[in-house]
Nanobody, 117 residues
């Protein structure tokens, strides 16, 4: 079973950037689609971006053009580069393995991203 540890969150001003990392344990990382999710206070968790095993990516409309997902299979790590951050990006960010559009692994602790002036 894959275990996931997210890091890289923090407090940033609007327009700033952050790079999130998700380290995965388990030998199946390289065979799974990976995704970044986020959950803002009082809202449901939403899918932000996915990346296939071959590097094909998809993004939610709200982050398209600002966020970039990438992966390093040799390091069992998936990244989320977030640029031009806005207040609405404030949330706890999680990664997970994705199958048929749904998260299938156990959730990690997430990493808090706060966009504030």
């Amino acid at each position: 079973q894959v275990q996931l540890v997210e890091s890289g969150g923090g407090l940033v001003q609007p327009g700033g950037s952050l790079r999130l990392s998700c380290a995965a344990s388990g030998s199946i990382f390289s065979r799974n689609v990976m995704g970044w999710y986020r959950q803002a206070p009082g809202k449901q968790r939403e899918l932000v971006a996915t990346i296939s095993t071959r590097g094909s990516t998809n993004y939610a409309d709200s982050v398209k053009g600002r966020f970039t997902i990438s992966r390093d299979n040799a390091k069992n790590t998936v990244y989320l580069q977030m640029n031009s951050l806005i207040f609405e990006d404030t949330a706890v960010y999680y990664c997970n393995t994705v199958f048929a559009g749904a998260p299938i692994g156990p959730w990690g602790q997430g990493t808090q991203v706060t966009v504030s002036s």
